[in-house]
């Protein structure tokens, strides 16, 4: 269940911003949401800072991107932690199988550094 739900917020995430970026006739739905948000929470705020709000929003756009596809990813790793994985000497993966531990290498494996923690075999998968 937890894979599934990481793979709707990947998918989600993933053709939102091909709506958003790559389609102009159509446009991304949660983009729109988040863009139509945050203009209304700055105007109800202070109608002095609107010049705020595109950049916000842009911002808020691009961080719900991201973190929808680590946190996704670690929703697919996480089943998987530690019995699907190698750890390098010192580390204990008991101690290494939370959620955090799954954002972890969700990070390290998207921006392609290491926290020390390999899958087992390359055909294992998730």
């Not at 709506?19 to 109800?44: E, Y």
């Not at 709000?53 to 670690?74: D, E, K, Q, R």
Request: hydrophobic share 55%; glycine share 6%; proline share 5%.
């Amino acid at each position: 269940m937890l894979r599934i739900i990481g793979a709707v917020l990947i998918l989600t995430a993933i053709c939102d911003v091909f709506h958003t970026l790559f389609h102009p006739v159509k446009q991304g739905a949660v983009s729109d949401w988040i863009a139509r948000h945050v203009w209304f929470a700055i105007r109800h705020l202070s109608t002095k800072s609107l010049t705020l709000a595109g950049p916000l929003a842009f911002i808020t756009i691009v961080l719900y991107w991201v973190a929808s596809v680590i946190v996704g990813f670690a929703l697919i790793y996480l089943p998987s932690l530690p019995h699907s994985f190698a750890y390098v000497a010192g580390l204990r993966p008991d101690a290494l199988a939370s959620f955090l531990e799954a954002l972890d290498v969700s990070i390290s494996s998207l921006i392609t550094l290491s926290s020390g923690v390999y899958p087992n075999t390359a055909g294992s998968g998730c």
